[in-house]
Structures are given as structure tokens and as C-alpha cells.
């Protein structure tokens, strides 16, 4: 932002200059993830550690990988947040100040906390953390915005439901960072307001033991009978997955802070494939807003990624018919993620990749790195580590050489046609 | 009494209007009833404005407490409603006791605790939380809450009448989950979004003095898709249980009756439980 009576101005203590880009935040559901989101553009990443997260996994970090994600970060100048977006119960509570004084001392720079006990606890205990209000607070409102900037938290990330227009009025009336979801699946529900999951099966969605019981099939029932005829879709509340390339002028312009993107579960691929778009288009547009059009690359290549339908949730209308999941649209994405690159040699043109799925010559490929690099081209020399000819990569994670029609670079990533 | 109107409040079994507010406090308060007036929607940015006038309303009528969940109504109140009591509704986000008393020391003189808690959180959450707890001891209660038009946007995908969508609680709309052939889910739409609720009732009659001896100040009755008959039935049963324990906890004995005069009027479709009082859950 372009914003010279911000930038002129002597910075006055504790109070936060306005970002000039807006950051693109990406999730990381495992300390390899968090490399490849970083190296393709990620001002920041968040993380799940062991406790306190909405996602229970068993990739999520420890201290130790936080430490290391953290120093990692550091050499792109990037941030680690970390979510313990979780409502508490009481016997959650024991742990929580210990586990952010280690959160601290990692070098995390801010939590993503929904839960106030968290919140304070946070201000209290590591004052060099910051506290973003997470979406599972639903706040939707300036109000409610102004309150929890009141309240010392520098960042709010809004409820899925705010539209753009109250986002415009929201960054207007007050100055605090606002951070929004631009991309990646979504509840249907209002944040933190389902507990579809305890009911159905013991386990609390607030805690992180969701299982998605609203993209299950339901059959409406009206005077004690069935809507449904022969050939009609069951009900369900799943919702398509939000996708907001299309509308990144939009969004700056509304003054969002940071533009994040969901899914600490997803794949290297998805997060690398859907980081290099938006990085590529919030450039794009800081370059040359007069000039920024949308490429239609972008777009295919999220698509490479991602198979879910997508749409563009509250921004523009309230979601209908058109962005609810009815029937089965999970096309298979005509890509797969097949390897990575871990070396190439200028001398003889050939590259090094570890497998991720299988692949053989005669088949054709696309590699691309940050920034947009892409190449396509079909697999014709093939090797083992020996260089022996190989007629097929088989094996997780197994070395091979692939000769390259154009110079790639380690950490670019390739993908097979299918 | 927990009254209000779907402009404020959610799932309100019916609306008393801003202008009624008044004769609706006097009653009560001739008959030595509280009132509290629900404001615990959450709310956009053009909501906004009706919050400080509706606020003035409920202080002239005299009203008894505010129940708020969105920050947004504890700033208004503060300067528009300075000298009602406020309590804090989260509905299933009140979980702990930590942020029942941020909440507290932010106003709020009650806190209304998630109805998937069980009686050993209840319990500890109130020791800790040194503010009054409500706890909902019957009914209904809301599974799954969301801003879209869930209903009217299933009816559009299948192309039907829109007169189907029948907005408004209580309009004979369910849900059936394919592998829970058993289990009705009633589900509406009114102006705040959809609503599903779950298909069986709490029923805490038996364990009233436990909840009693847990140290809870409120007892919530939810009044929702139910009859009037019925929810007479239950405010006495619950009623005399309660009036019971207070004479001498020591005399105390459950009156089946109680029970039996609700499960006489009970759905043979919704079965009363005890909700998630005695149940553990993971995560
Ligand atoms: S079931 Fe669906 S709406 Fe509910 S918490 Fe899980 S993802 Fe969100």
C-alpha cells in the first residue's frame, strides 16, 4: 500500500505499521511442508504443535522441529505461527502456560488462539508471543474487532462469513491487522458453533475431534416423509472449498493483512502448487495494479492440486444452491504429484528426484519451482543413482536421474500428467 | 425468563418485540420472575446501530440481565445499558473456567456453560470461575449453527417449490443421517441461518442435586419445538424438585412422578438422556 501519510509518519510506540503487502500465510502440517511453503513465498506459516490444536496429528511438530521451522523461516525472513485455536475444558488448562512459555523460547512470533483462557494466558506468560484471535471466535464485526484490539491483540482473523464489503468497513474504522482466509475447505457451520461430532461420535469438535460429519448424507424430511425422489441428491452441509484467486485486487484493496490458506493436512504439492500462485499474484499486483491481470495459469495450476469444487464462500453473496457439495464433484485432478528435486547438473542436464509416485519414460511431466518457473516435457532418459537405464520409478522415495529439457532447481517439484 | 427477538437473540421460541418489553417485565415481576433479555447472535456490521437503542429499551423496561456473546454487545452495554447485569453466552464455546472469568472481570456476572460439558467439568468450572453458572437441565439444544441458507439452498439444488423452505422453527423439518435410520435431527431456517438440533433431549431431573451440590445458580429449561403443555409440565416438575431440595436437602427424595409426567408427554421419537453429563469425549 502506497500509503505515504503512514509511511511519513514518525512510528509511535506500540503502535504497528501497516504492512506494505499483505502477507500470504501458509499452513504447514509437518516440518518438510513448512520448508516447501516457505521456499514458495510464504511470508509465514502456521503450525500445529502437540497440544492445544484443532488438528490432532501426528505429523504436528514438536519444540524441537518448531526450533528448527523457526531458523528455517528465518533465512527467507519469514514467520512460524503456531495454532492453539482449541476451547479448552478444564483439564486442558493445566499445561497451557508452560506450553507457550516453550512456544517463546522457540522463536515462535504468534499463536493463533480462539479461546480467551489462551488469549490471557498468553499476554501474561510470553509477552514476546503475539496473539491473533483465531476464526473459531466468528468475529464478524468492527465492533467486536475493536474490542479484542482493545484487549491488546494485534491481529483478528475473521469469521468465513464476513463479506467484503464488511471487511472494507471493518480495516476503515479500525487499525489493527486483519487476516483472512482466501483459499482451501472451510466449515459450513459459523466457526466453534458444531458439535455435530460429539453428537455422532464421543469426539469434540472443539478440541479438534471433528470428523466432518456435515459433508456426510442426510435425507431431508418435510410432513414425516422423504424430499427425496428417485435421482435427487441427498441432503448434506458440506461446503464447496473457498478459492479466491480470482479476486486478489479485491482483497488488497480492501487493506487485508494477511491472506491465509487453509490446510495443515494437504500435501507438499497442494501447498506448494497453491502458495506459488497467490505469491505470484500479489506480486503481480504490488508491481503494477493498473496493469495486474489475472493469468490464466494461475487457475489451471490450482487445479493440478486441487480437486475439491471450488467457490468464493461469503465475499460477494451469502453461498446458495451453486456452493454446497450435492453430488459427487471430486474430479480426479489430472496431475499427480510424482517427485522432488533434490539436485540437478548444469554439465550433463540431468536432475536428481526423489519419487513420491510412481513414474516411467514416455510419460509426460511438468516441473515448476517458485515464482512461476514451469516446463513440460516428456520423460526420455531415465536413470538409477548408477546410471543404469531405468524402466520405471517405483518406490517411495527412491533416487532417480531424469534428464531435463530446461535447467530446473532443487526443491522445484514434478508433477505427471495422468 | 429468557425472552427477546431474532434481531438479538438466537432461536428464540417466539419474539417479544422492543415495545412489549416492558409490559413483559412488569408481569413477570409482579409474579417475582427475573427477565433476561437474549442478545447473543453474533452480528454484522450493519446490526450494528439497532444495538444501543434496543439496549436503551431493555434498561427502561427494567429488564433483569443481558445475555450477550459477541464483544460488540458488552461495548454497547456498557455505555447504553450501564446498570444491567450482563451474562455471558457462547453457547458451545463456554467451556472453561478461565474464560468464564475473562468474561467475568470484563462485566459479565454469569456465565451459561456449553452443553457438552460434563458433571465433573460443571463442577470444577464453577469452583474456579467465582461467578454465577447456568447449566441447561432440559430440552433441545443446538448441534450445528451456520450463516447459510442450508435448507432453502438444498430445495433450489433439487429444484423445488420455495415454498418448502417454511422458514421458522418448529415447521416439521428434519434431518435423517443415511447409517442413524433412527435419529430425527430437526432442522430451520430463520433469518439468522440454519439451525439443526439434536434429536433427543436432555433430562437432568435425577440430577439436580448433584448439580445443585456442584454449585450451579441456574437451571435452563429450553422451551423450543415443544408444546406449551409440555413445557408447563416440565417448569413443574423441575419446579417442585427444586423447591423440594431448598425445604431440606436432607429430606430430599426424587418424586418419579416428576419424571413420569414429562415422559407421559414425551415424543416417542426423542429420547431423554442425560445429554453429555456422565460421558467422556476425546479429541
Ligand atoms: S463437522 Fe463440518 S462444520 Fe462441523 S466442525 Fe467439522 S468441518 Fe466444521
Given at each position: 500500500m502506497s500509503n505515504t501519510l503512514i509511511q511519513d509518519m514518525p512510528l509511535k510506540q506500540g503502535k504497528r505499521q501497516r504492512l506494505d503487502k499483505p502477507e500470504l500465510l501458509a499452513p504447514a502440517g509437518s516440518l518438510e511442508k513448512l520448508k516447501f511453503a516457505v521456499h514458495y513465498g510464504a511470508d509465514a506459516v502456521y503450525i500445529g504443535g502437540q497440544k492445544y490444536g484443532l488438528r490432532s496429528n501426528a505429523d504436528n511438530f514438536s519444540f524441537e522441529e518448531m526450533r528448527e521451522g523457526v531458523l528455517f523461516a528465518e533465512k527467507y525472513g519469514a514467520k512460524v505461527f503456531v495454532a492453539t485455536n482449541i476451547y479448552a475444558h478444564q483439564e486442558d488448562l493445566d499445561g497451557v502456560a508452560d506450553y507457550l512459555r516453550e512456544l517463546e523460547n522457540a522463536g515462535i512470533a504468534a499463536i493463533i488462539a480462539a479461546d480467551p483462557a489462551i488469549v490471557e494466558m498468553a499476554q501474561q506468560v510470553a509477552p514476546k508471543l503475539e496473539v491473533h484471535l483465531s476464526t473459531q471466535q466468528s468475529t464478524m464485526n468492527w465492533q467486536a474487532v475493536q474490542f479484542w484490539k482493545e484487549e491488546g491483540l494485534p491481529r483478528v482473523v475473521l469469521a468465513r462469513e464476513t463479506t467484503m464489503e464488511e471487511i472494507r468497513e471493518i480495516k476503515a474504522r479500525v487499525d489493527v491487522e486483519i487476516e483472512v482466509f482466501i483459499h482451501g475447505a472451510m466449515c459450513s457451520s459459523v466457526s466453534g458453533r458444531c458439535v455435530l461430532s460429539n453428537h455422532f461420535t464421543d469426539r469434540d469438535s472443539n478440541r479438534g475431534g471433528c470428523c466432518q460429519s456435515c459433508r456426510w448424507k442426510y435425507d431431508l424430511h418435510a410432513d414425516e416423509q422423504s424430499v427425496m425422489e428417485p435421482g435427487h441428491n441427498p441432503f448434506t452441509m458440506g461446503s464447496k472449498d473457498l478459492c479466491m484467486i480470482q479476486h486478489i485486487p479485491d482483497l488488497i484493496e480492501a487493506g487485508v493483512d494477511s491472506f491465509k490458506i487453509e490446510?495443515?493436512?494437504?500435501s507438499i504439492h497442494y501447498v506448494a502448487s497453491v502458495v506459488n500462485v497467490y505469491r505470484q499474484a500479489i506480486d503481480a499486483y504490488m508491481a503494477d495494479p493498473e496493469g495486474y491481470r489475472l493469468r490464466p495459469e494461475w487457475v489451471e495450476d490450482i487445479g493440478k492440486a486441487a480437486n475439491r469444487p471450488l467457490n468464493t464462500g461469503f465475499f460477494y453473496a451469502v453461498p446458495g444452491a451453486e456452493e454446497h457439495i450435492y453430488e459427487e464433484e471430486e474430479k480426479p485432478a489430472p496431475y499427480d504429484f510424482a517427485a522432488i528435486v533434490t539436485d540437478y547438473d548444469e554439465a550433463t542436464g540431468f536432475a536428481t528426484v526423489q519419487q513420491r509416485s510412481p513414474f516411467r519414460p514416455g510419460m509426460e511431466i511438468e516441473f515448476f519451482g517458485p515464482g512461476g518457473r514451469q516446463s513440460f516435457q516428456t520423460i526420455v532418459e531415465m536413470t538409477d543413482m548408477e546410471g543404469n537405464p531405468l524402466a520405471v520409478a517405483r518406490h517411495p522415495l527412491q533416487k532417480v536421474r531424469i534428464k531435463t529439457e530446461k535447467p530446473v532447481e532443487p526443491l522445484d517439484l514434478m508433477r505427471k500428467k495422468l | 425468563m429468557l425472552i427477546g427477538e431474532s434481531r438479538f437473540g438466537?432461536?428464540?421460541?417466539?419474539d417479544i418485540l422492543s415495545g412489549d418489553l416492558k409490559s413483559a417485565v412488569l408481569i413477570a415481576h409482579r409474579l417475582g420472575a427475573k427477565v433476561y433479555v437474549n442478545m447473543n447472535k453474533l452480528f454484522r456490521n450493519d446490526e450494528l446501530a439497532a444495538l444501543p437503542e434496543y439496549l436503551i429499551s431493555i434498561t427502561e423496561a427494567g429488564g433483569d440481565a443481558i445475555v450477550f456473546g459477541d464483544p460488540a454487545v458488552l461495548m454497547n452495554a456498557r455505555r447504553h445499558a450501564p446498570g444491567v447485569k450482563l451474562f455471558w453466552n457462547a453457547e458451545m464455546t463456554g467451556t472453561n473456567s478461565s474464560a468464564a472469568s475473562y468474561w467475568g472481570r470484563r462485566g459479565a456476572a454469569r456465565a451459561v456453560v456449553a452443553r457438552e460439558l460434563n458433571e465433573e467439568e460443571i463442577g470444577d468450572l464453577k469452583s474456579k470461575a467465582e461467578m454465577e453458572i447456568q447449566v441447561q437441565v432440559h430440552g433441545a439444544t443446538n448441534i450445528y449453527y451456520s450463516h447459510r441458507n442450508l435448507v432453502q439452498s438444498y430445495l433450489e439444488h433439487l429444484g423445488k417449490e420455495a415454498s418448502l423452505v417454511r422458514r421458522g422453527v418448529d415447521r416439521g423439518l428434519f434431518l435423517v443421517e443415511a447409517e442413524r435410520p433412527d435419529e430425527r435431527f430437526p432442522v430451520y431456517e430463520d433469518d439468522n441461518g440454519t439451525h439443526v438440533m439434536s434429536p433427543d433431549d436432555i433430562c437432568l431431573l435425577e440430577a439436580l442435586p448433584e448439580l445443585v451440590q456442584a454449585g450451579v445458580d441456574s437451571f435452563y429449561i429450553e422451551p423450543l419445538l415443544k408444546s406449551e403443555e409440555y413445557n408447563e409440565t416440565v417448569l413443574k416438575s423441575y419446579r417442585a424438585a427444586l423447591d423440594l431440595w431448598k425445604r431440606d436437602p436432607g429430606a430430599y427424595k426424587f418424586d418419579n412422578l416428576w419424571l413420569t409426567s414429562i415422559q407421559r408427554l414425551q415424543s416417542s421419537e426423542r429420547e431423554l438422556g442425560f445429554g453429555f453429563l456422565y460421558k467422556e469425549q476425546v479429541y
Amino acid at each position: 500500500m502506497s500509503n505515504t501519510l503512514i509511511q511519513d509518519m514518525p512510528l509511535k510506540q506500540g503502535k504497528r505499521q501497516r504492512l506494505d503487502k499483505p502477507e500470504l500465510l501458509a499452513p504447514a502440517g509437518s516440518l518438510e511442508k513448512l520448508k516447501f511453503a516457505v521456499h514458495y513465498g510464504a511470508d509465514a506459516v502456521y503450525i500445529g504443535g502437540q497440544k492445544y490444536g484443532l488438528r490432532s496429528n501426528a505429523d504436528n511438530f514438536s519444540f524441537e522441529e518448531m526450533r528448527e521451522g523457526v531458523l528455517f523461516a528465518e533465512k527467507y525472513g519469514a514467520k512460524v505461527f503456531v495454532a492453539t485455536n482449541i476451547y479448552a475444558h478444564q483439564e486442558d488448562l493445566d499445561g497451557v502456560a508452560d506450553y507457550l512459555r516453550e512456544l517463546e523460547n522457540a522463536g515462535i512470533a504468534a499463536i493463533i488462539a480462539a479461546d480467551p483462557a489462551i488469549v490471557e494466558m498468553a499476554q501474561q506468560v510470553a509477552p514476546k508471543l503475539e496473539v491473533h484471535l483465531s476464526t473459531q471466535q466468528s468475529t464478524m464485526n468492527w465492533q467486536a474487532v475493536q474490542f479484542w484490539k482493545e484487549e491488546g491483540l494485534p491481529r483478528v482473523v475473521l469469521a468465513r462469513e464476513t463479506t467484503m464489503e464488511e471487511i472494507r468497513e471493518i480495516k476503515a474504522r479500525v487499525d489493527v491487522e486483519i487476516e483472512v482466509f482466501i483459499h482451501g475447505a472451510m466449515c459450513s457451520s459459523v466457526s466453534g458453533r458444531c458439535v455435530l461430532s460429539n453428537h455422532f461420535t464421543d469426539r469434540d469438535s472443539n478440541r479438534g475431534g471433528c470428523c466432518q460429519s456435515c459433508r456426510w448424507k442426510y435425507d431431508l424430511h418435510a410432513d414425516e416423509q422423504s424430499v427425496m425422489e428417485p435421482g435427487h441428491n441427498p441432503f448434506t452441509m458440506g461446503s464447496k472449498d473457498l478459492c479466491m484467486i480470482q479476486h486478489i485486487p479485491d482483497l488488497i484493496e480492501a487493506g487485508v493483512d494477511s491472506f491465509k490458506i487453509e490446510g495443515r493436512m494437504k500435501s507438499i504439492h497442494y501447498v506448494a502448487s497453491v502458495v506459488n500462485v497467490y505469491r505470484q499474484a500479489i506480486d503481480a499486483y504490488m508491481a503494477d495494479p493498473e496493469g495486474y491481470r489475472l493469468r490464466p495459469e494461475w487457475v489451471e495450476d490450482i487445479g493440478k492440486a486441487a480437486n475439491r469444487p471450488l467457490n468464493t464462500g461469503f465475499f460477494y453473496a451469502v453461498p446458495g444452491a451453486e456452493e454446497h457439495i450435492y453430488e459427487e464433484e471430486e474430479k480426479p485432478a489430472p496431475y499427480d504429484f510424482a517427485a522432488i528435486v533434490t539436485d540437478y547438473d548444469e554439465a550433463t542436464g540431468f536432475a536428481t528426484v526423489q519419487q513420491r509416485s510412481p513414474f516411467r519414460p514416455g510419460m509426460e511431466i511438468e516441473f515448476f519451482g517458485p515464482g512461476g518457473r514451469q516446463s513440460f516435457q516428456t520423460i526420455v532418459e531415465m536413470t538409477d543413482m548408477e546410471g543404469n537405464p531405468l524402466a520405471v520409478a517405483r518406490h517411495p522415495l527412491q533416487k532417480v536421474r531424469i534428464k531435463t529439457e530446461k535447467p530446473v532447481e532443487p526443491l522445484d517439484l514434478m508433477r505427471k500428467k495422468l | 425468563m429468557l425472552i427477546g427477538e431474532s434481531r438479538f437473540g438466537m432461536r428464540q421460541p417466539g419474539d417479544i418485540l422492543s415495545g412489549d418489553l416492558k409490559s413483559a417485565v412488569l408481569i413477570a415481576h409482579r409474579l417475582g420472575a427475573k427477565v433476561y433479555v437474549n442478545m447473543n447472535k453474533l452480528f454484522r456490521n450493519d446490526e450494528l446501530a439497532a444495538l444501543p437503542e434496543y439496549l436503551i429499551s431493555i434498561t427502561e423496561a427494567g429488564g433483569d440481565a443481558i445475555v450477550f456473546g459477541d464483544p460488540a454487545v458488552l461495548m454497547n452495554a456498557r455505555r447504553h445499558a450501564p446498570g444491567v447485569k450482563l451474562f455471558w453466552n457462547a453457547e458451545m464455546t463456554g467451556t472453561n473456567s478461565s474464560a468464564a472469568s475473562y468474561w467475568g472481570r470484563r462485566g459479565a456476572a454469569r456465565a451459561v456453560v456449553a452443553r457438552e460439558l460434563n458433571e465433573e467439568e460443571i463442577g470444577d468450572l464453577k469452583s474456579k470461575a467465582e461467578m454465577e453458572i447456568q447449566v441447561q437441565v432440559h430440552g433441545a439444544t443446538n448441534i450445528y449453527y451456520s450463516h447459510r441458507n442450508l435448507v432453502q439452498s438444498y430445495l433450489e439444488h433439487l429444484g423445488k417449490e420455495a415454498s418448502l423452505v417454511r422458514r421458522g422453527v418448529d415447521r416439521g423439518l428434519f434431518l435423517v443421517e443415511a447409517e442413524r435410520p433412527d435419529e430425527r435431527f430437526p432442522v430451520y431456517e430463520d433469518d439468522n441461518g440454519t439451525h439443526v438440533m439434536s434429536p433427543d433431549d436432555i433430562c437432568l431431573l435425577e440430577a439436580l442435586p448433584e448439580l445443585v451440590q456442584a454449585g450451579v445458580d441456574s437451571f435452563y429449561i429450553e422451551p423450543l419445538l415443544k408444546s406449551e403443555e409440555y413445557n408447563e409440565t416440565v417448569l413443574k416438575s423441575y419446579r417442585a424438585a427444586l423447591d423440594l431440595w431448598k425445604r431440606d436437602p436432607g429430606a430430599y427424595k426424587f418424586d418419579n412422578l416428576w419424571l413420569t409426567s414429562i415422559q407421559r408427554l414425551q415424543s416417542s421419537e426423542r429420547e431423554l438422556g442425560f445429554g453429555f453429563l456422565y460421558k467422556e469425549q476425546v479429541y
